[in-house]
T-cell receptor, first 112, second 111 residues
Framework: DAGVIQSPRHEVTEMGQEVTLRCKPI?????LFWYRQTMMRGLELLIY????????DSGMPEDRFSAKMPNASFSTLKIQPSEPRDSAVYFC??????????FGPGTRLTVL | KNQVEQSPQSLIILEGKNCTLQ??????????LRWYKQDTGRGPVSLTI?????NTKSNGRYTATLDADTKQSSLHITASQLSDSASYIC??????????FGAGTRLTVKP
């Protein structure tokens, strides 16, 4: 398996623009997680899905952030409008059971 | 206050030496504690996972210990290699998907 796939790997955008991050989990994994990592705050769980249903989105910072999982092989994290403080590395992870999570390579987002 | 504190923040050691990283937590109760290794520019990779009833778990040259009474865990790296240079993150799970992350220890192994 190719592992968790994320795209793009790098994204540079201007404040106010919409940003969409994409994730393809490992086939057969029922859980999908979105994380954000910054130097100041470390890793933070934003939201996770089980069987394509959002279970806990309490980590989503504000209404500008939204996540969807239309099917078992695809998820998106959208930021609209983006702000400079959203600059971070965003990771997607998946797992078959609530145990070891497999992380993707991350998307480095820079909002100017 | 972060519920998972890691120390030291950073560490530099010579290749071949051993080192121990610490993780103190206040999360209670918890279901498991994990150590992740994160290479620069990559996502974290799981090293070990322990339930509250386990007190040691090994993965090659990595050995994690857990003292649930004192709420402390350590990650011991034996005979360090240059490839061990990375950040090591301690994660304590309240339940399977409610996780509290430490800030990590940045380890540099020098030749």
């Amino acid at each position: 398996d190719a592992g968790v796939i994320q795209s793009p790997r790098h994204e540079v955008t201007e404040m106010g623009q919409e940003v969409t991050l994409r994730c393809k989990p490992i086939s057969g994994h029922d859980y999908l997680f979105w994380y954000r990592q910054t130097m100041m705050r470390g890793l933070e769980l934003l939201i996770y899905f089980n069987n394509n249903v959002p279970i806990d989105d309490s980590g989503m910072p504000e209404d500008r952030f939204s996540a969807k999982m239309p099917n078992a092989s695809f998820s998106t994290l959208k930021i609209q409008p983006s702000e400079p403080r959203d600059s971070a590395v965003y990771f997607c992870a998946s797992t078959a059971i609530p145990d070891t999570q497999y992380f993707g390579p991350g998307t480095r987002l820079t909002v100017l | 206050k972060n519920q998972v504190e890691q120390s030291p923040q950073s560490l530099i050691i010579l290749e071949g030496k051993n080192c121990t990283l610490q993780c103190n937590y206040t999360v209670s109760p918890f279901s498991n504690l994990r150590w992740y290794k994160q290479d620069t520019g990559r996502g974290p990779v799981s090293l070990t996972i322990m339930t509250f009833s386990e007190n040691t778990k090994s993965n090659g040259r990595y050995t994690a210990t857990l003292d649930a009474d004192t709420k402390q865990s350590s990650l011991h790296i034996t005979a360090s290699q240059l490839s061990d240079s990375a950040s090591y993150i301690c994660v304590v799970s309240v339940n399977n998907n409610d996780m509290r992350f430490g800030a990590g220890t940045r380890l540099t192994v020098k030749p």
